[in-house]
């Protein structure tokens, strides 16, 4: 997104241009990586590998800049983060039945304040 500041003058995206792929040339990893996703319950984690095929085509046919994908997240250590991430639920609770977020905080209670004395 660009922002426009008060001069009027956009600003440049911080990785350069996102082109349009108009000819098509990497539909087949991009359908994959969708594919992906939907099989996947959107699970981003499981889809990592068809993710970095389809930037790496990006690359290839020069419709992004050439950054090493380590660089954009594609290291080892993301991978587990990534699935980590995925995974996260507080110990398992989440995924139970009759969860309720923010249960395992404890709370301080305080004496009410009236607005209206």
């Known amino acids: ?34 594919n992906c996703l939907k099989q ?9 590998q ?16 050439k950054t090493p994908l380590n660089k954009l997240g594609f290291t080892p250590e993301d991978d587990k983060k990534a699935k980590n991430a995925s995974q996260n639920d507080f110990n398992g609770l989440k995924n139970k039945e009759e969860f309720v977020s923010g249960n395992h905080i404890q709370r301080v209670s305080k004496p009410a304040t009236s607005w209206f004395k």
Do not use: I
């Open 50 to 65: 068809f993710s970095k095929d389809y930037l790496a085509c990006r690359q290839d046919k020069e419709l992004m800049d």
């Open 1 to 34: 997104m660009n922002h426009v500041s008060k001069s009027g003058q956009t600003k440049p995206p911080e990785k350069g241009a996102f082109p349009l792929d108009r000819n098509h040339e990497c539909d087949e990893p991009k359908a994959n990586f969708l």
């Open 40 to 48: 996947n319950k959107s699970d981003h984690s499981a889809c990592r």
